[in-house]
């Protein structure tokens, strides 16, 4: 029997993956799940994968429009795969969701999202902290929104609390992703250390993921906000972040 591949893994993955982590295959889909967690005192961060990657455009466009059209926009972002779209997808497309009054967040690799960050300076980038130099990457970015992506392992979490001390002392708004208990009440300890009010920094958790623990940190006063996956491709995406490629 042959060794399985990360693709294999993936498409495994892809067909165990509980269909409670992602919105559903549609735009309408996506737009009912933000509803209830706007609702619930969340904010979110749409994902929009579409089967194939040259529909996109049309369905991310349609999207934000039925946000924007159903008073949403204000507490939602809209999160942007600058590899997957390309440099001039990306920018068209973020500059359509900050028309709509989205956030816009930047996501892929540091090469191919940097010069489309130097240009959408109001744009949250995601920076994962087990990538290499993303601690000096953080500190480039600390005065703008950044996402910060943990990892899995003791190495990811001590990077992931380098960058997160980098971040909260500074003057950005950073956006803490991880559902790990201990990294979270340190990211609270941090944040007071450092003087942050509660609304200059919020959590960032999974769609059907931790799902109490949301609730619990909205109830003490935090921000949270949830990313939701959405779109024919979501389920597939979800499968390659556990195989730690995406």
Known sequence: MRALTRPDVGRLLARSVPARVVAGPGTDDALRVAGELIASGRRVALEHVAADPADDDAE??????????AGLAADCALTLDVARLGPVR???????????????????PADDVAPLAAELTGATVVVPAREPGAEARCRSLADRGVRLAGGRGAAADLAFVRCLNVLLAGPGTPGVATTDPRLIAIAGERAAWYGRDPGSWEHVMPYGISTDQQRRLVAAGHRVRV????????????????????
């Open 60 to 69: 991310l466009a349609v999207l934000v429009g039925r946000v924007r059209a």
């Open 90 to 108: 990306a920018r068209a497309l973020a500059g359509g969701a900050t028309a709509a009054g989205l956030g816009v967040a930047l996501a892929g």
């Open 227 to 246: 990313s939701v996956p959405s779109g024919a491709g979501a389920l597939a995406l979800v499968a390659r972040r556990l195989v730690g490629r995406a």
